[in-house]
């Protein structure tokens, strides 16, 4: 009897000892990953994780420092309390190493000044909004900023298409929206091009009517729209643009790529735009047609902006795993940050003093065929 209870006492000291999250942390590397797998943004996340999968499959089945990796994916719902939330859960429950994510940019803001309290390294692989990476030292990102991406957008609209009256349609409710609208404004104008309102036209996420948003800008006659938004709202405006027949190009920014925009934008409104973005399936890199071919493999069809930048994230993450001194998370950090040269399907990738990286945009057409490459801007 004694025996008995002794062997259940012993038992269950066991099963907690190895069900705890602490000896999880002591065997393996964990990885949080925050991403909106489900929401208005969903194919960020799921072309985020499928990215990042094809990244692990990559490295095989390896080890670094004598311990396995282990990955948990979050749902942030693409809200930026979820966001903060899954952030708290993967670092106070589960005890992660690293966190990767998020994509929307005001989902990363929420979540990043509880990685940098905790000195737990965040590396973002999508987050463009230049005020991310200023939360602090454990917070850090792969992709380039708004602060270039709006730049670029604003020189194509006035150097390649020759425009010269821009109207500007925002999301009010994304700082990314509201950060790279500005960056564009300004850039437009010190070339010589004109606003034909000085109030951006704006939307909330979730709006689903666009039409008398879309009337007071037809009103302002502009030969370009800027549109820097996502694509559940950037294909219902297309979409209801050309309905108004409402003509000119519609210009935007990474938000727009998404294997779901072709279907929501309709035939009609997904023709005659442009968009700035971190990498084209089309690009003949032999590294990056062999990822193309491997993704189009598994997931049936051609990988966008975020699958890429997803598995460059990881791979870079990877690499300063088995780089740092020791998974101290300061170790960590300082390994992240000191990132250099790697080469990646979405660019070479070399952190800065600002934990950005520096790398090449590409222009897209948007066609009912998919995004089509233009031109490849360097910094
Ligand atoms: N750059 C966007 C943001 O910061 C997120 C994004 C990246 C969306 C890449 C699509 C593709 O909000």
Redesign the pocket.
């Given at each position: 009897m004694r025996y008995g209870r002794l062997t259940t006492l012993c038992i269950s000291l066991l099963m907690m000892t190895l069900t705890s999250p602490l000896w999880a942390s002591k065997k393996t590397i964990t990885i949080g990953a925050v991403f909106p797998m489900t929401g208005p943004i969903a194919t960020?996340g799921q072309e985020s994780v499928n990215g990042i999968n094809l990244a692990l499959k990559k490295v095989g089945d390896i080890s670094i420092k004598g311990r396995k990796i282990r990955l948990i994916v979050e749902d942030n719902k693409g809200e930026p309390i979820e966001s903060a939330n899954s952030v708290r859960k993967l670092i106070n429950i589960d005890k992660v190493n690293a966190v990767i994510g998020s994509?929307?940019?005001s989902n990363t803001l929420a979540g990043a000044p509880i990685a940098q309290q905790a000195e737990v390294p965040l590396l973002t692989p999508?987050?463009?909004?230049e005020a991310v990476t200023k939360t602090g030292n454990f917070i850090s990102r792969t992709?380039f900023t708004d602060g270039f991406q709006g730049v670029v957008m604003a020189r194509f609209a006035f150097n390649n298409l020759k425009k010269r009256n821009v109207a500007i349609i925002i999301d009010n409710s994304?700082d990314?929206s509201k950060g790279l609208a500005a960056v564009f404004k300004k850039e437009f104008q010190r070339l010589g091009g004109k606003l034909v309102s000085q109030r951006d036209f704006a939307y909330q996420q979730k709006d689903i009517d666009f039409k008398s948003l879309l009337r007071k800008v037809k009103r302002k006659r502009p030969d370009v729209i800027f549109l820097p938004g996502?694509y559940t709202e950037v294909g219902l405006i297309l979409r209801q643009a050309r309905q108004m027949n409402i003509k000119m190009p519609f210009l935007g920014?990474?938000?727009w790529?998404?294997p779901k925009l072709q279907e929501l934008a309709g035939p009609k409104g997904i023709k005659n735009n442009y968009i700035s973005?971190?990498f084209s399936p089309d690009d003949q890199d032999p590294m990056v047609q062999e990822f193309v071919k491997k993704y189009i493999k598994i997931h049936k069809q051609r990988p966008g902006?975020?699958a890429a930048?997803g598995y460059d994230g990881m791979l870079v993450l990877l690499d300063a795993l088995k780089r740092a001194k020791s998974l101290k998370s300061k170790d960590l950090a300082l390994a992240i940050n000191s990132t250099k040269q790697f080469k990646g399907v979405t660019g070479t990738i070399s952190i800065d003093r600002q934990r950005n990286a520096t790398k090449s945009a590409v222009v897209l057409e948007t066609t009912a065929k998919g995004n089509i490459f233009n031109t490849k801007v360097n910094p």
């Open positions: 960020y994509v929307a940019s999508a987050s463009t909004n992709c994304s990314y996502y920014g990474d938000g790529d998404s973005s971190h902006a975020m930048l």
